[in-house]
């Protein structure tokens, strides 16, 4: 991932902009005007606390299998599955056995995700 502004057109993962870190969880970000892209990575029991944005949260997982909690109740999402979260809903996510990785999409682009210039 890149610490370059964030892209447009085509790209691949390389060219993404490093977002946050959890322990055992990377980030990278693409945004336009509307949306925002994160490509989020776990590793084996990778975590992000539970927490809540105004943004609009929806994805669909890509490789392996991890556990999502939304309003206390967990689910594991495996490939191909998709979940939405509204805004201001609390939820949570952790690694499982594996490495997995999951698209996530936020609306209007999360601002405290943009690396500060």
């Given amino acids: ?10 790209f691949t993962e390389d060219d993404l902009v490093a977002g946050p870190t959890f322990k055992g969880v990377t980030t990278g970000l693409a945004w336009g ?17 539970e927490h809540h944005h105004p943004h609009e949260q929806a994805g669909i997982c890509l490789e392996g299998e991890f556990e999502l909690v939304v309003e206390g109740r967990p689910r594991i999402i495996k ?11 609390p939820h949570a996510a952790r690694g499982l056995a594996a ?5 996530d999409v936020f609306s ?7 690396p500060s210039s």
Avoid at 1 to 10: I, K, L, R
Avoid at 108 to 114: G, L, Q, S, V
Wanted: hydrophobic share 30%; aromatic share 10%; net charge negative.
């Fill in 1 to 10: 991932m890149t610490d370059n502004p964030a892209p447009t057109g085509c």
């Fill in 33 to 49: 005007d509307n949306l925002m892209f994160s490509l989020v990575t776990f590793e084996p029991d990778g975590f992000v606390p």
């Fill in 79 to 89: 490939p191909g599955q998709m979940y939405l979260i509204p805004g201001n809903t």
């Fill in 99 to 103: 490495p997995a990785k999951t698209l």
């Fill in 108 to 114: 209007p682009p999360r601002e405290d995700y943009k």
